[in-house]
């Protein structure tokens, strides 16, 4: 594969010295950007997040990143949205009630239930759709309090188990939103990234 | 399934694992950066580094400790030791921790597990907590690497911090680390009953039936060293064990 150029958001706190060490390991050239004209026309973009929405919504807003992430993904350029990141794609979340998030995906974000242990630390397993091209059947990391239950018709998804099945990840194309942490999910996780990479 | 957190803890001091030990394999045993990803290839879930540097230049090869262990690591990387303040936890997490450990100063100052958590979020905020039993039987939050007691319950501590917005406890029994004689269970079991929030069970274990009763006690994952650094164990053996007592681990 030749080298890859891959823009990431910064979307405030993040934690993006994991997600650069990622690509960088997969022999990308990744920086970070709060511009424009990066989001609008960049091959290869990565939404990260970490934090709550309603301090992401702020910040993206702030930089005037919000419609071009919305005209982004509607025109399924290749974007990998990770953990808030995929949130930040939905109509919003229980999190931060009355703030809107991207919509670019149906759907609330929910607390867990009741009875469990939250946040969701560690590896869970999750299972895509035989259709699935970037996403793939194996353990992931997690670190999340809400997630979404129902899958958004149309995306090939894989799904996981705490307290009831949730999405672990959608794709469409080379749109590809992670609940989890590709980039600290090891061999599995790179893996995931590799192949987000190659799909355009 | 959620599966069970293997993690083992490198305690590095200027730059250098502690009581690092030669494995095959490894060019140097004192590099965290190599003996990290050794862990990972073992099937590590996830790092725990922690810092007992006492000096600020100390501190300061920590962070190139961080960056480089970064660079080699796919897993989870979980830094503490010596956090005073919000700043010291940016610095740690722009060079590569995904997880900060707090211990000392936040029971000095509660009001830091609110600011870490609202500027990074509960699940990158870890409560660390060392505590003992004294002799009534109750168990006393000590500070300062066990030097000083504290007269607070750790169990009213844990609750208190998993409301500010700690998002996971470590939870380091003190009269048991380095014994050998397993994970103090009721220690466990009574924080695991107070909070929802996850714990890592640390202090005295020897081998997986330890890792396996802390489990039963309520502990998501254990966190071990010197079985680790001596030899004793592979992570994979570890698993393959645990696997057979009906544990779930990631394999």
């Known amino acids: ?200 | 399934m959620l599966t069970v957190r293997i993690i083992p803890c490198l305690d590095v001091r200027d730059g250098r694992v502690v009581k690092g030990v030669k494995f095959q394999g490894l060019r140097d045993a004192g590099d965290p950066a190599e003996q990290a990803a050794l862990y990972e290839g073992q099937g590590a879930d996830e790092i725990t580094l922690l810092d007992v540097s006492a000096t600020p230049e100390g501190r300061g090869a920590a962070l190139e400790t961080v960056a480089r262990v970064r660079e080699q690591l796919s897993v989870p990387l979980t830094v503490g030791g010596g956090v005073r303040g919000v700043g010291d936890a940016q610095a740690l997490l722009s060079a590569g921790a995904d997880k900060v450990g707090i211990n000392t100063a936040a029971v000095e100052n509660p009001e830091l597990i609110v600011e870490m958590a609202e500027r990074f979020g509960s699940q990158c905020t870890v409560l660390a907590i060392d505590a003992w039993k004294d002799d009534t039987g109750r168990f006393e939050v000590i500070t300062h690497s066990g030097k000083k007691r504290t007269g607070i319950d750790a169990i009213e501590w844990a609750r208190r911090a998993a409301i500010l917005g700690a998002g996971e406890i470590l939870l380091t029994s003190w009269d048991r680390d380095g014994t050998k004689s397993g994970y103090d269970l009721d220690l466990i079991s009574r924080i695991a009953a107070a909070v929802e929030v996850p714990i890592i069970a640390s202090g005295g274990a020897a081998d997986a039936s330890h890792m396996a009763d802390a489990v039963k006690a309520g502990a998501s994952a254990v966190l071990a060293a010197s079985i680790f650094h001596y030899g004793e164990y592979t992570v994979a053996r570890l698993k393959d064990e645990l696997s057979g007592m009906g544990i779930e681990v990631r394999r």
């Open chain 1, 1 to 200: 594969m030749s080298q890859r150029r891959v823009v990431v958001v910064r979307t405030g706190t993040a934690n993006l010295a994991s997600v650069l060490a990622a690509l960088k390991r997969l022999g990308a050239v990744a920086r970070l950007t709060e511009e424009r004209s990066d989001v609008e026309r960049s091959d290869l973009l990565v939404l990260p997040g970490v934090g709550t929405l309603a301090a992401a919504m702020r910040k993206l807003s702030d930089d005037g990143l919000v419609l071009p992430l919305r005209e982004r993904i509607a025109r399924g350029k290749a974007t990998l949205a990770i953990c808030l990141g995929m949130q930040m794609l939905l109509e919003g979340s229980e999190e931060s009630e009355g703030v809107e998030g991207l919509g670019a995906l149906p759907g609330f974000a929910e607390r867990f239930p009741e009875g469990l242990r939250v946040p969701q630390l560690g590896w869970n397993s999750i299972e895509a759709d035989a259709g699935a091209k970037v996403l793939g059947t194996g353990y992931a990391y997690f670190a999340n309090s809400y997630r979404l239950v129902d899958a958004p018709s149309g995306w090939t998804v894989a799904m996981a188990d705490y307290g009831g099945k949730f999405v672990a990840g959608i794709e469409k194309g080379s749109v590809v939103a992670c609940q989890f942490h590709p980039e600290l999910s090891g061999a599995f996780g790179l893996d995931i990234i590799r192949r987000w990479m190659e799909s355009c």
